[in-house]
């Protein structure tokens, strides 16, 4: 038996890159045992990954916890979110899933929110204005290039659906994942009937939407699980609510999370519904909103262009006027999903240094341009900005942070917000306790300020100014080149 304080529960993040399995004292927080185990990631035209990949490698996090996994008594996935995952009558994928970041369906985003009343209607209706990122634009994207896919599909779910039923066996998932689906009205926290039958899609297939604190099932017999049968399962929620819980954040407390995708986002009391389309309006996986805005291009660009130029991440150079703009997966904020790198500004004395630099800067740009549509008026402009993801552990990623944004930033200690996020869900479930609380009482958001310093309005200029002299460059579709 562990020297645990209480119970034990397991909370895991099945991102983009990798499963990541956290075994927790539910009294106090600390992390007893940890797992984590890669994915793989198509590259070229599309981003797929085998929903299978992510059940093995769950197993595989789950046995390098070793004994304290079997003693787990809740456990709660957290995922990356709208990702389609379309099963056939036994369960089994019928194809690889889409994922957030594969750019196809833009299209049919665009045909989507003109074909129904316009980006007012979408912000109104579902609290977003439909991007590539949506699963709803990734459903109609696969019904005119793969109908028989469609046609063999007998359900359909978000990666934490997906393991959430291989644990329980019951289609099911939460407001927060569901409402970056598009086909979820956060107007009525319901599945907006008007719209699937737009896309041909029959409610019938989804899962069912488990409230905030219900349990969504229980472990069934399986031999590949360190899981007693009968070990409670919660409702789990997307990558971004569940570090929202993680946290125990409070409303008008800023995030920037630096992992495959870039995001910024808040808790907020009123139910976002931005026309834009710049923030995405997600309900967060308790019962109040998280605005949030969503880059494609951030840690694994900005790693790119240091593996390209042959340096260490860290080997930035202050003091050049070099402008990268490092959208190499299309770009989701700003709204340009056919766009790709662009550089400007090089010198015969532009060192790599000052390139990889320009990098992180064009990747912050962006997060930071959607800060203030994230958050309400009456937030505290110098309140912390909360640093969260893997490349929160960079000097340069927090130095660049600090010096763009111009406001304090904290880096808290607890590395896997996410899975403490889903680890505080399933403790919720033991206790009774709001997950929000929970984190607050295992005080997840501890960590070092870096004090604000001036914010560098010269490089932040000339980044808006590239980007809007260079927009018919980057909108310019394929077809187009
Ligand atoms: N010490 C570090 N400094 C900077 N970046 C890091 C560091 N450690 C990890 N990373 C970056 O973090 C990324 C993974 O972050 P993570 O939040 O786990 O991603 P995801 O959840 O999208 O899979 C990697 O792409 C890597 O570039
Ligand atoms: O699309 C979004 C949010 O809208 C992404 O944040 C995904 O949820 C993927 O997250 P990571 O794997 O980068 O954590």
């Known amino acids: 038996m562990s020297a645990a304080e209480g119970p034990l529960v397991v909370g895991v993040d099945t991102s983009t890159q990798s499963t990541k399995a956290l075994v927790v004292d539910a009294a106090t927080g600390q992390v007893v045992a940890s797992g984590q185990a890669p994915h793989t990631v198509t590259t070229g035209a599309g981003r797929e990954s085998d929903p299978r990949q992510w059940w093995d490698a769950l197993c595989e996090a789950l046995r390098q916890c070793g004994d304290a996994a079997h003693e ?3 456990v709660s ?22 994922l957030w970041n594969d750019v196809r369906s833009a299209p049919q985003a665009r045909r989507l929110t003109e074909e129904l009343g316009g980006a007012e209607f979408w912000a109104e209706r579902t609290g977003s204005v439909p991007a590539a990122s949506f699963t709803v634009t990734k459903w109609a994207w696969l019904a005119e290039h793969e109908p028989e896919a469609v046609r063999a599909t007998r359900a ?4 934490h659906d997906y393991l959430t039923e291989r644990l329980t066996g019951q289609g099911t998932t939460d407001r927060g994942d569901a409402s970056g689906t598009g086909w979820w009205a956060s107007e009525s926290e319901s599945y907006d009937a008007g719209i699937l039958a737009h896309v041909g899609l029959d409610p019938a297939l989804l899962p069912r939407v488990v ?5 969504a099932g229980t472990v069934r017999d399986s ?6 049968k009968g070990t409670l399962v919660a409702a789990g929620t997307g990558d971004n609510a569940a570090a929202a819980l993680g946290l125990g954040l409070r409303p008008g407390t800023p995030v920037m999370s630096l992992g495959t995708s870039g995001t910024v986002y808040a808790v907020s009391r009123r139910r976002p519904a931005d026309p834009t389309g710049t923030v995405a309006g997600f309900a967060d996986a308790r019962g109040d909103w998280l605005p949030l805005a969503c880059t494609l291009n951030c840690t694994l660009a900005v790693d790119r262009v240091a593996a390209l130029l042959g340096l260490d991440r860290e080997a930035v150079e202050p003091g050049a006027a070099v402008t990268l703009l490092p959208f190499l997966d299309g770009e989701r904020t700003p709204d340009l999903p056919h766009a ?6 090089l ?11 320009a990098a992180y800067d064009g990747a912050v740009h962006s997060l930071l341009g959607a800060l203030d549509l994230v958050l309400d008026e009456d937030a505290d402009p110098s309140a912390p900005l909360l640093l969260i993801g893997g490349g929160a552990r960079g000097t340069a990623w927090q130095q660049t942070v600090r010096r763009l ?47 604000a310093v001036e914010r560098d309005e010269e490089t932040l200029a000339r980044i808006a100014g590239v980007l809007s002299d260079a927009a018919p460059l980057l909108e310019r579709s394929p077809q187009s080149r």
Do not use: C, M, N, Y
Not at 156 to 159: E, K, S, T
């Open 72 to 74: 787990a008594a809740a």
């Open 77 to 98: 996935i957290g995922g990356q979110q709208h990702g389609l995952v379309t099963l056939d009558e036994w369960g089994e994928p019928v194809r690889p899933a889409l």
């Open 156 to 159: 359909v779910r978000l990666p």
């Open 211 to 215: 409230r905030s604190g219900e349990v």
């Open 223 to 228: 031999h590949e699980l360190p899981f007693s």
């Open 340 to 345: 790709s790198g662009l550089l400007h500004g």
């Open 347 to 357: 010198r015969h004395d532009t060192s790599a240094g000052q390139l990889l630099q």
């Open 405 to 451: 944004s111009g406001r304090p930033v904290q880096v808290p200690e607890a590395k896997e917000l996410v899975a403490l996020g889903a680890a505080a869900q399933a403790a919720g479930l033991l206790t009774g306790e709001d997950p929000a609380a929970v984190a607050r009482r295992w005080d997840t958001a501890r960590g070092p300020v870096l004090e």
